[in-house]
């Protein structure tokens, strides 16, 4: 490290003075490159950059420049001298992390990646950003399919907990893996945020947890410019965030002229990768810096203006005729990153040769973890159909049944829970907590880092996009589980859809679903949620119905590598049918359950209503002689993937018998396989579980004859009558809560 | 009040001594009958509440007994001394508001307002608690359509929300109507939390509004028993949570003996009445407190059983063989309540007196705002289809159009945007902020409580549980409206279920809807939510093609008045139809757009998809021969309730032609009324809005040979083939991001 940095008298509040700073850090150089003498350089690549930005919006009128243009300081500091990566292997393993949370501020990103040499990012497609170029690598905001992306943001404050996530991936490998005098990974996690992520309610979650875990390994970097989209950001904000921060268990540096001060950013950042505690570094800039709109909302989201571009050239010495310049000078500037990343990769090569050498059977792990890979055969942990409960058994217990085995001895699943570990069964042999090692609760638990349960608290939300981070750290080292009632994942549902938007593999443990949680009423039983995430692309929302379809459940989950699972299950005890479920049913979305030869209807089921569905189908044989026949339908997704012959053998349309679904949600989505639904369309109601199956209707006794009926119309009318006529069966919908 | 008060020694930390706080605040006493020798009393209290709690949870083996026992003393001080309410009339319109944000201590609620005189709940009523009763009026959760009950609380987190929400109901009545010498609104919100509430973003993000705001009429009152269901509440949470809300412009109080200082507790809320800021009182208590499971999550959610109960009451003096027990003493003890009330009540009708001979006009107002009626015939502003533009318009500029007049006019619209303003368009004329009357931004913005335009900040979540309790304030004398893009609802989705389910009405201006958003990118294009929206009971969701159809959505949405709209509206400009476009069309869900005698098909559409499905029927025509009517389908629910006949008329099945829907949305729903879909199965794309509706194949050259050959097939193999073979007509889906 250059001496000269001690004399740089300009300290960042918080921030240690520079000659405090080790030189290095786990034995590689905290920092590189950083002179005396570089302001007029930095000035340079300020100009430069900040004309390109404006430049990139201007060409089709639209984008977002404000904000990249004032960090521009702030990029230098990261990209330039403090970050660790290597541009020309974006995916080298013990890279810092960098979470661009203000995502609409993605230009800032794309074109210090342009700079620091990362290949794929040429001007011609810094040039794409808002045109019509379908094969564009700068989306409006980043997007992990593109080299050097960690992570897609864009809906704010999940960037937050997304970082959250990589901090956590990091200290929990460094703590497995890590050995003495073999740092096998090490890496920083950066976040860039902007003022949102301070407002929304995930952020703030995220932010609560990295203070109590202690993740000094993960820096925040507020781009302070006060302006949102409204005026100056305390219209709606005026808070102390510096104090809130450090009574979250945050370490705080203040940044005054986030503009310039190069040096000053460099300061704080090295003092977050020495600090105790996660850092938040406060950075004040001036949005659009340099523009007529600077400081207002005006440079946030729209093009600044070919006259307000070519002034702002002219007061910065830059030709205002040219555009998308970019002088060799600027690139010289940048010209160190490349090799320094080669290095950082050859020293971490021989670092993990070395680890080989001496922790041969943990650095085989440690490679089949850096791969992606498994590091054992995950089916033989799988119970067989015989190993399963044949009692009566919530499918929350079987859900346990199946997934403990698989969590004690995978050291990939990391088992989460919003608080309720004693509702949802994910608690697991040898378990250890994931938490800060000096950390002791009041109750008494303790845990460390290498701890692969993990208590989120009442933080659904959080949960979910912490995990996403942790998956998108490295897709395959970690296979997170979240857990909590199903209800609960309306909460969770904006990080469930950025998982399925990224091909994030998780499962979900979603318990207590449906009007059968019972007692605590309305508000936590879910109507709706299912026709959410049967819809939502690229998300597999299954719903069992006893141990062997949760079995089934876990080996879909398991098997879809890009793809967000959500498993729905029953709290209260469901019949076991070992005689008609299949596990590999459920890997085919839907099956026959029951045959029949001759045949008047089809039921179709799912989870907790199968018991229902079973008896009916008995009483409609008993008392009116109507037989029928049962398909298990665990989810909808999967059954669409299947081939149309594979469909017409499980729902026999031909036969020109129709389809009832039974189900205790609202009954969107069933209308493309059933004719009629037996189903809810109003709100639950507070009575105990099988109180509210009958209060609702959900009684063979009830349901039976309302199908009787139904049949016989159509044996009457024809199925053809039945187009255009979807049934709700169910005379009792709207028994509930009505306004 | 009694002097004796000021020789209590126990202060609590942060509030004032009980001398120093005013006898009465506003001409009213602030505390009634508190005295110095009432310590045995209380106790009685006490051990007879947490014996009745035990013993309601026991006699079903279920429910959540541990915090209701805890919170008995605060119990004491808000319903005996220092809340204003009447439990002979509950809607008693000055009354506090208070909110169970932790509502599964529901009981803790029930059985105080047994004790103060709510005449619904007797004894009875309290033992149905967990039973098989459809009539119970004790839920699990509490519930707003109970007597006494000012909001439906059970998802954590968002009761803090919604008493933000009553808290500025009172503050902007106060405003607008209280005159020098009469004070017609003054109310307190108290609002009582568990740690959830904290850790959940909602409560947080709320958090912050109320600060801000400086709501100094709503207090927190913090049940800290450090319990959750995992283990010690710092197993996930070691913030400093006083150093927290007092950054967040919060005044605390801290409570140490929360669990038998009545005393402390009445000045903590006392001081809270008088404070400058909202307060936070952190209260100490012990959860389960006499029950062996104490201070231990074996007392949150599970019945204490029959030893333990049985001992508990020993160790109290009580009689273990007896079990519901209330002593005319304990009765006796709140006798003064039900008079205290009636007073309240007197002397308030007496204030309006007074008030509506001073100020005559303003009380009339005021009087209907109290009766939940609108202040002015809102009809008048809606603006006729001539006074509508015909060039092409974007439907959220539309939305301006018809909503800017109701903003201006009518004082019951309050104006809410999650930092949006530039692009929802529902700044008004004259507009006024919602701020607190000091508050100067650095942007140079003011407002104060009368303001009606409230910047939420970018806190969707917040932003709809607020309005929740701006709504539960008193049915109809708010009609929120929101306003963000429409994908950033679902980070509300949450608070605008519970809005459906208590049947609070308030509008949502969702902008930027569907693919057509364009250039940020998947992220912000929805695909799967309308299909939430669309399947959640007593939700409008509608999704209006025009200017006329804009106008025809908020007549809708004012009209249910026990309803949350969801307006979907885009970005871009839309061709208006001013030939085919009906606001009454708009209220039946459906309506035939464009007519045809002789046709081959009826092609229904939505919002800004109508435009290519326009040039798809005529090109259709013209290049295929096929003859295509098309019909608008703005809304699902308000279609599913008109009557069989009505939906012929729209869909004519009875011609045996198919019936094509175009949406660029997940085609989940539309399934019931047609037999293809022209839709979306994949996440969006980054492009310009017009070249991502291309890529998606959303083009008339691409869409008519696709439908025309499934006419034809059609035509070849009769209707009946369609049946259980919905087709997804859009080859081009699944371009999007795949994995």
Redesign the interface.
């Known amino acids: 490290m250059a001496p000269s940095l001690e004399y740089y008298e300009e300290i960042s509040h918080g921030a240690l003075p520079i000659k405090s700073i080790p030189t290095k850090i786990n034995g590689v150089e905290a920092v590189a490159g950083l002179q005396l003498d570089q302001t007029e350089k930095h000035d340079q690549v300020l100009k430069t950059f900040r004309a390109f930005i404006a430049d990139q919006c201007q060409q089709?009128g639209?984008?977002h420049p404000g904000g990249a243009m004032g960090m521009a300081a702030i990029g230098i500091a990261l990209y330039k001298y403090v970050m660790k990566y290597s541009p020309s292997n974006p995916s080298y393993f013990n890279r810092d992390r960098f979470v661009l949370s203000n995502?609409?501020t993605c230009l800032f990103q794309y074109l210090f990646m342009h700079l620091a040499g990362f290949k794929s990012l040429t001007v011609e497609q810094l040039k794409s950003y808002?045109?019509?170029r379908?094969d564009?690598l700068c989306?409006?905001?980043p997007?992990i399919?593109n080299e050097g992306i960690e992570v897609?943001?864009?809906?704010?404050?999940q960037g937050v907990a997304n970082a959250v996530g990589l901090a956590m991936a990091t200290k929990h490998l460094g703590a497995v893996y890590n050995k003495p005098g073999h740092t096998v990974i090490d890496n920083m996690t950066w976040c860039m945020i902007g003022?949102?992520c301070l407002?929304?309610?995930?952020?703030?979650?995220a932010v609560?947890?990295a203070?109590?875990w202690k993740l000094n390994n993960l820096a925040i970097l507020y781009d302070n410019n006060?302006i949102?989209?409204?005026?100056?950001?305390?219209?709606?904000?005026?808070?102390?965030?510096n104090?809130?921060m450090?009574?979250?268990?945050w370490n705080t540096i203040d940044v005054y002229d986030g503009d310039h001060n190069v040096t000053g950013i460099v300061q704080a950042l090295l003092t977050a990768r020495i600090s105790q505690k996660p850092t938040f570094i406060n950075i004040r800039t001036i949005i659009g810096i340099g523009s007529a709109a600077s400081n207002?909302?005006k440079a946030h989201?729209a093009a600044l203006g070919v006259e307000d571009i070519a002034s702002l050239k002219k007061a910065w010495g830059l030709d205002p005729e040219q555009h998308f310049v970019i002088p060799d000078e600027v690139y010289n500037f940048f010209d160190d990153i490349v090799p320094r990343g080669r290095q950082l990769e050859a020293d971490w090569s021989k670092t993990i040769d070395g680890y080989s050498n001496q922790y041969p059977e943990l650095a085989a792990e440690y490679k089949l973890r850096v791969s992606g890979k498994m590091p054992l055969d995950w089916t033989k942990f799988i119970p067989s159909k015989e190993q399963l409960p044949t009692a009566p058994t919530s499918s929350r217990k079987s859900a346990g049944i199946v997934c403990n085995p698989l969590a004690e001895n995978m050291s990939n699943f990391l088992i989460g829970?919003a608080?309720?570990?004693?509702?949802v069964n994910m608690t697991y042999k040898k378990q250890v907590?994931f938490q800060s090692p000096d950390?002791v609760?009041?109750?008494g638990?303790t845990g460390d880092y290498t701890g692969r349960y993990i208590?989120?608290?009442?933080?659904?939300?959080?949960m979910c996009s912490i995990s996403n981070g942790l998956v998108a750290f490295n897709k395959g080292t970690f296979l997170p589980v979240t857990s909590t009632f199903f209800?609960?994942y309306?909460?969770a549902?904006?990080a469930v859809?950025?998982a399925?938007?990224q091909?994030l593999q998780q499962i979900h443990i979603a318990t207590h679903d449906s009007i059968g949680t019972g007692?605590?009423?309305?508000?936590?039983q879910p109507?709706?949620?299912p026709?959410?995430?049967?819809?939502?692309?690229?998300v597999l929302y299954i719903r069992p119905c006893d141990g062997e379809e949760v079995a089934g459940a876990f080996v879909a989950a398991i098997t879809a590598t890009?793809?967000p699972t959500i498993i729905s299950l029953s709290r209260q005890n469901l019949t076991q049918y070992p005689q008609h479920s299949s596990r590999d049913g459920v890997q085919k979305g839907a099956y026959t359950f029951i045959e029949e030869e001759d045949f008047d209807l089809t039921l179709l089921s799912t989870g907790s209503e199968m018991g229902f569905t079973v008896q009916t189908k008995e009483l409609l044989q008993k008392e009116y002689n109507i037989t029928a026949r049962v398909v298990s339908f665990p989810c909808q997704r999967l059954f669409e993937q299947q081939s149309?012959e594979y469909?017409?053998s499980v729902?026999r349309?031909k036969s020109g018998k129709p389809?009832v679904a039974i189900e205790a949600y609202?009954p969107?989505?069933w209308?493309?396989?059933a004719?009629a639904a037996y189903s809810m369309?109003?709100?639950g109601?507070?009575?105990?579980g099988p109180?509210t199956y009958k209060?609702f209707g959900f009684e063979p006794k009830v349901m039976a004859p309302k199908i009787s009926e139904f049949v016989q119309e159509v044996q009457r009318e024809g199925?053809?009558s039945?187009?255009?006529?979807?049934r709700d069966l169910n005379g009792t919908m709207g028994y509930?809560?009505?306004?």
């Open positions: 089709f639209g984008g995502g609409h808002h045109s019509d379908y564009s989306p409006g905001h997007e399919e897609t943001t864009g809906p704010l404050g003022d949102a407002q929304e309610g995930v952020g703030l979650e609560s947890l203070g109590h006060n949102t989209c409204d005026g100056s950001a305390d219209v709606a904000c005026t808070e102390n965030v104090d809130k450090r009574a979250c268990g207002s909302p989201g829970t608080d309720l570990t004693p509702s907590d950390f609760a009041a109750c638990m208590h989120y608290g009442i933080r659904e939300h959080a209800m609960f309306i909460y549902a904006p859809r950025m399925a938007l091909g007692e605590d009423g309305p508000t936590h109507i709706a949620l026709a959410l995430y049967r819809s939502m692309p690229n890009s793809t149309r469909k017409e729902l349309y389809v609202a969107n989505g209308e493309r396989y004719d369309k109003s709100f109601k507070s009575l105990p109180v209060y199925i053809q039945l187009r255009g006529e979807f509930g809560v009505q306004h």
